[in-house]
C-alpha cells in the first residue's frame, strides 16, 4: 500500500493493502478502495463510493456516494481473467454510477477520457471508450465495445447498443434507444432512435464558425435526400465544395470507416 502523506483517509475508509493514493486525495467515510486501484492527484471518494478492480483514476476526479467503479464486466463470457478501468482526469462520476473493467475478448480496457460529466444512475460497460467531455445524463447506459467520441451528449434514461459508434459533437435525446452508429455532430432522438437533424445547439456552444455549421447542413440534406445507398452519397459528398469543411470531411470519414453494425441515416 502506497497512501501520500498528504492525503485524508476517514477512519472508517477500507484501504486494501496495494492501492496507491495519491497526493491531497481525500477518502470520505465508508468507502472501499481495492488492492490494484491507483488514484491520482487530488481524487475525491465522497462517501460509501466504491473503486476496485485494477483501475486507475485519473486527478481531480470526483466520485460521488454508492458509486461502484471498477467491478467485473457484465458479461457471461468474462472468466476472472485480469482487465482494467482506466478514467482520465476532472471526471465528475455522481450517485449510484457504474463502470466496469474490460474483458479479454474486448481488448481488456474500458476507458473513460477528461472532463466528463456522469449524472445519477449512468453505466459505462466493459470494453467501452469513452472520449473526453462526455456527458451521460441520469441512467443513461452505454453497453459493451461502444465507441462513444469527444463532446457527445446522452440524455436521460437513453440506451447505447453494445458495438455502437457515436460521433464526436452527436447528442441524443432522452429516452432513446440507439442501434445503429451515429454521424458526428447527429441529433438522434425517439423511443427507437431516428437521425433527426444536427446537434445545431452544441455545435453554436462550442463556437464553431458559421460557415462550417452551413456546411454541415448542406452535407446533412445531401445525405438524407440524395440518390444511391448512405454510403455512396457520402463518397459524394467527399468531393463536393461541403466536403472542404473539416467538420464535415469528419462525417464523411466515419461513414466510410470500418464498422460492424449498420448506421442511423436521416428519416
Same mark, same amino acid.
Given at each position: 500500500?502506497?497512501?501520500?502523506?498528504?492525503?485524508?483517509?476517514?477512519?472508517?475508509?477500507?484501504?486494501?493493502?496495494?492501492?496507491?493514493?495519491?497526493?491531497?486525495?481525500?477518502?470520505?467515510?465508508?468507502?472501499?478502495?481495492?488492492?490494484?486501484?491507483?488514484?491520482?492527484?487530488?481524487?475525491?471518494?465522497?462517501?460509501?463510493?466504491?473503486?476496485?478492480?485494477?483501475?486507475?483514476?485519473?486527478?481531480?476526479?470526483?466520485?460521488?456516494?454508492?458509486?461502484?467503479?471498477?467491478?467485473?464486466?457484465?458479461?457471461?463470457?468474462?472468466?476472472?481473467?485480469?482487465?482494467?478501468?482506466?478514467?482520465?482526469?476532472?471526471?465528475?462520476?455522481?450517485?449510484?454510477?457504474?463502470?466496469?473493467?474490460?474483458?479479454?475478448?474486448?481488448?481488456?480496457?474500458? !476507458? +473513460? @477520457?477528461?472532463?466528463?460529466?456522469?449524472? =445519477?444512475?449512468?453505466? /459505462?460497460?466493459? %470494453?467501452?471508450?469513452?472520449?473526453?467531455? *462526455?456527458?451521460?445524463?441520469?441512467?443513461?447506459?452505454?453497453?459493451?465495445?461502444?465507441?462513444?467520441?469527444?463532446?457527445?451528449?446522452?440524455?436521460?434514461?437513453?440506451?447505447?447498443?453494445?458495438?455502437? !459508434? +457515436? @460521433?464526436?459533437?452527436?447528442?441524443?435525446? =432522452?429516452?432513446?434507444? /440507439?442501434?445503429? %452508429?451515429?454521424?458526428?455532430?447527429?441529433? *438522434?432522438?425517439?423511443?427507437?432512435?431516428?437521425?433527426?437533424?444536427?446537434?445545431?445547439?452544441?455545435?453554436?456552444?462550442?463556437?464553431?464558425?458559421?460557415?462550417?455549421?452551413?456546411?454541415?447542413?448542406?452535407?446533412?440534406?445531401?445525405?438524407?435526400?440524395?440518390?444511391?445507398?448512405?454510403?455512396?452519397?457520402?463518397?459524394?459528398?467527399?468531393?463536393?465544395?461541403?466536403?472542404?469543411?473539416?467538420?464535415?470531411?469528419?462525417?464523411?470519414?466515419?461513414?466510410?470507416?470500418?464498422?460492424?453494425?449498420?448506421?442511423?441515416?436521416?428519416?
Amino acid at each position: 500500500m502506497t497512501i501520500d502523506a498528504s492525503a485524508q483517509i476517514h477512519p472508517s475508509a477500507v484501504i486494501e493493502d496495494g492501492a496507491v493514493i495519491g497526493p491531497d486525495c481525500r477518502i470520505g467515510p465508508f468507502c472501499v478502495v481495492g488492492k490494484d486501484v491507483e488514484l491520482g492527484r487530488a481524487v475525491t471518494l465522497k462517501s460509501h463510493a466504491i473503486v476496485t478492480g485494477w483501475t486507475q483514476v485519473g486527478d481531480d476526479t470526483v466520485i460521488f456516494p454508492f458509486a461502484n467503479i471498477g467491478d467485473i464486466p457484465q458479461d457471461l463470457k468474462y472468466a476472472g481473467e485480469r482487465t482494467r478501468l482506466i478514467i482520465g482526469a476532472r471526471n465528475r462520476i455522481r450517485e449510484g454510477v457504474t463502470m466496469n473493467t474490460g474483458t479479454e475478448h474486448g481488448g481488456g480496457v474500458t !476507458r +473513460v @477520457g477528461d472532463d466528463g460529466l456522469f449524472m =445519477a444512475g449512468a453505466h /459505462v460497460a466493459h %470494453d467501452a471508450q469513452i472520449g473526453n467531455r *462526455v456527458i451521460l445524463v441520469n441512467n443513461a447506459s452505454i453497453a459493451g465495445h461502444c465507441v462513444i467520441a469527444d463532446d457527445v451528449i446522452v440524455g436521460g434514461l437513453s440506451g447505447v447498443h453494445q458495438w455502437v !459508434r +457515436v @460521433g464526436r459533437g452527436a447528442i441524443i435525446g =432522452a429516452v432513446t434507444m /440507439v442501434t445503429n %452508429d451515429v454521424i458526428p455532430y447527429g441529433l *438522434v432522438q425517439g423511443p427507437r432512435g431516428v437521425l433527426d437533424g444536427l446537434n445545431l445547439v452544441g455545435l453554436k456552444r462550442r463556437g464553431v464558425d458559421r460557415s462550417d455549421i452551413t456546411a454541415l447542413r448542406a452535407a446533412f440534406q445531401a445525405l438524407a435526400q440524395g440518390e444511391g445507398a448512405f454510403q455512396d452519397r457520402a463518397k459524394r459528398l467527399g468531393d463536393s465544395e461541403e466536403g472542404q469543411s473539416d467538420y464535415v470531411r469528419e462525417i464523411v470519414e466515419f461513414v466510410l470507416g470500418d464498422t460492424d453494425r449498420s448506421y442511423l441515416t436521416p428519416g
